[in-house]
């Protein structure tokens, strides 16, 4: 009975340390990489949701770049110890019911979490994650790459199968032109083009 | 050579028409009445063309047209051609060239060197063997300049004005070349709705400029994935320059020093 007893407090009390020691860190983990805008209040968030509206715009034209294997890595990683720690942390929350409210009350309902910028061969990577407790909410992008792994992977595919000549572009001044080819000038643009200076010269 | 190279036989003249500048160039050793006469008769086709078919002015046939006051089957034969032109290219560019782009008709894309190229048949037609013509970068030649050497044609680089990164020789060509640093991103990529990204400039090289231009626009439109698309496009050379500053060319372009 006491030897009963003893087992029960101890696993109470582990649990209890489990669910203090792991919602505190559960943060700082994940924050401490971004000192300035990690743990604020839903005020706050809203706030810094507001500059993802611009970039939302190159977010929603190529929808398919986050699924790329290669840009999403680095928001995966970002987000997944908190997801792997979600579990635990959870099942902890339950078994003692007392325990909860003195460490989840003062948090805000749902937090957001920005991440790292993460650098690949393809650019800059960022991600936020908004958490409800410990689960993952919702995820956004607030930087992606200009050249994503897509159309790298597309390009490199023309390249293997492209039949033409490849180099860098170059400059010439070429002399005795007859005309030039380029895309639509304007009545300005063409005062300052080469096929003005080549009708002038005539 | 020498005594004659100050005094080329021919005529070049330049007027702004559709909005841009246009430049002729007949190499053709032609009393300058006749010659004038020729190059007239051009620059009225094309003014007539800009009447017809400009999108700007509510009573023109392809706004008339395109309000429904016209049926197809009362429009000119120009008319009629040129949708069927850009049924076609729509077709043929995977819906890439969309006359029906920006909500209403605008055969724009179609219509300037299809121009270009009925001017420069009528010149042959008339005897001119030996002309150049040039409208806003649109370029059709036939002949020989009045060196007595092929045309010269170079490709503007996408970044220098005053520079040309390609330069093309021949004596029967139509040269379109479409880009994003004239106007900034205004090629729209039909599909996302969003300005075309990924290739700075395309120039499209055949026989007919029409077909060239569109499909020069078409390829800017599609992004990086109209360079494998030009690869397969059959009876055109094309030369690429991508946002990353590489040129990719046919290796059948007629490319020269």
Redesign the interface.
């Known amino acids: 009975m006491r030897r009963a007893l003893f087992a029960i407090s101890g696993l109470a009390a582990s649990t209890t340390a489990l669910v203090v020691l792991k919602a505190a860190p559960d943060t700082s983990t994940v924050a401490q990489q971004v000192p300035a805008p990690a743990t604020s209040g839903a005020g706050e968030s809203t706030t810094a949701a507001e500059p993802t509206a611009e970039p939302a715009e190159a977010t929603a ?1 190529a929808s398919p770049r986050p699924r790329t294997s290669r840009s999403a890595e680095p928001g995966r990683k970002t987000a997944s110890p908190s997801a792997g720690r979600a579990g635990p942390s959870s099942d902890a929350t339950k078994k003692p019911p007392a325990a909860r409210p003195s460490t989840a009350a003062p948090q805000p309902a749902v937090r957001r979490v920005v991440g790292p910028v993460v650098s690949n061969e393809f650019g800059n990577v960022q991600v936020a994650i908004s958490l409800d407790g410990a689960r993952i909410v919702d995820a956004e992008a607030l930087e992606l790459p200009e050249r994503t792994a897509q ?1 790298d992977q ?2 490199s ?2 390249d293997d ?14 002399a ?12 300005e ?2 005062q ?8 002038r010269a ?1 | 050579m020498s005594a004659a190279s100050s005094i080329r036989p021919g005529l070049r003249r330049v007027e702004h028409v559709m909005g841009t500048p246009v430049s002729l160039d007949i190499a053709d050793d032609r009393p300058a009445t006749e010659l004038a006469t020729l190059a007239d008769e051009v620059f009225a086709w094309l003014r007539e063309v800009d009447a017809r078919f400009s999108t700007y002015q509510p009573d023109s046939e392809v706004c008339r047209f395109d309000r429904g006051e016209l049926l197809l089957s009362e429009a000119s034969a120009d008319l009629r051609r040129v949708m069927e032109r850009c049924a076609d290219l729509w077709d043929a560019t995977d819906g890439f060239f969309d006359a029906y782009a920006t909500g209403g008709l605008d055969p724009s894309g179609y219509v300037k060197g299809w121009a270009v190229q009925v001017a420069s048949d009528r010149l042959r037609a008339a005897g001119a063997d030996n002309h150049c013509l040039n409208a806003g970068g649109d370029v059709r030649v036939r002949g020989h300049s009045s060196t007595g050497l092929p045309w010269r044609i170079g490709v503007r680089h996408p970044w220098n004005p005053s520079a040309v990164c390609l330069v093309l020789s021949g004596t029967d060509l139509a040269v379109a070349t479409s880009g994003v640093y004239e106007r900034g991103h205004h090629v729209r990529d039909p599909r996302r709705g969003t300005p075309a990204r990924g290739l700075r400039s395309v120039t499209v090289v055949g026989h007919d400029l029409g077909l060239a231009d569109a499909y020069a626009t078409a390829a800017v439109a599609m992004g990086v994935a109209g360079i494998g698309w030009l690869d397969r496009l059959p009876g055109y050379q094309h030369a690429v320059v991508t946002d990353d500053a590489r040129c990719l060319h046919s290796t059948n372009l007629p490319l020269t020093d």
Not at chain 1, 161 to 174: D, E, I, P
């Open positions: 034209t159309s597309r390009s595919q023309v199968r492209y039949s033409g000549t490849a180099g860098l572009v170059v400059q010439r001044q070429s005795d032109l007859d005309t030039v080819s380029g895309a639509t000038a304007t009545s643009s063409y300052r083009s080469l096929q003005a200076a080549i009708d005539r």
